[in-house]
Nanobody, 123 residues
Framework: QLQASGGGSVQAGGTLRVSCAAS??????MGWFRQAPGREREFVAA????????RVADAVRGRFSISRDRAKNTLYLQMSSLNPDDTAVYFC????????????????????WGPGTLVTVSS
């Protein structure tokens, strides 16, 4: 199971960190996707649980970073310089496979999804 937390409301330019606690299975790849009202779900960032392979979407590179705490089996998304376009429901996703770099951004490669956490950025 995946349980995301840490969403909330923040003003433009602010920072926020969302977390995703994993349990019940061993996941080798985890990532974040988001879906804004009226828009399709889009990739944000992902990483392989072992090693150093990470991928961050162009739209958030330099502002968002993804990390993990192996001991807590938890994935994080640190978001800074937030703007209203970042307003969305953020979903944690996971795969038991170790996805290759080119597949990290593909939602169909992930088998498990959390319920999402809402991030609202006001101007």
């Amino acid at each position: 199971q995946l349980q995301a937390s840490g969403g909330g409301s923040v003003q433009a330019g602010g920072t926020l960190r969302v977390s995703c606690a994993a349990s019940g299975r061993t996941f080798n790849t985890m990532g974040w996707f988001r879906q804004a009202p009226g828009r399709e779900r889009e990739f944000v960032a992902a990483l392989r649980w072992s090693g150093s392979t990470t991928r961050v979407a162009d739209a958030v590179r330099g502002r968002f970073s993804i990390s993990r705490d192996r001991a807590k089996n938890t994935l994080y998304l640190q978001m800074s310089s937030l703007n209203p376009d970042d307003t969305a429901v953020y979903f944690c996703a996971a795969s038991q496979a170790s996805l290759i770099f080119s597949s990290l951004g593909s939602a169909e490669q992930y088998d498990y999804w959390g319920p999402g956490t809402l991030v609202t950025v006001s101007s």
